[in-house]
């Protein structure tokens, strides 16, 4: 596995590549943001919570609506930024 990649579950248990994109900070809290494609023409756009237990870190999805808007707009600028 590269290190610039990491395999993320799905809500069904399926397990899919990603590509790691940016590690951001808010308010004290990291958040990965990593790409999954869909196919040749699509790639998607993801981001979850950096929960650190002590040496480990966990991946954890964001369910707090005004933290998703908040991320959600970060991810936008960085998109913009890689155009």
Do not use: C, H
């Amino acid at each position: 596995m590269e290190e610039d990649r990491i395999f993320i579950s799905d809500e069904f248990g399926n397990k899919k590549e990603a590509n790691i994109i940016n590690i951001i900070e808010i308010d004290n809290q990291e958040y990965l943001l990593y790409s999954i494609e869909e196919n040749e023409e699509k790639e998607n756009i993801y981001a979850m919570k950096i929960i650190k237990n002590g040496t480990e870190e966990d991946l954890e999805p964001i369910t707090d609506l005004e933290e998703k808007e908040t991320v959600s707009e970060i991810i936008k600028e960085v998109l913009d930024e890689l155009e």
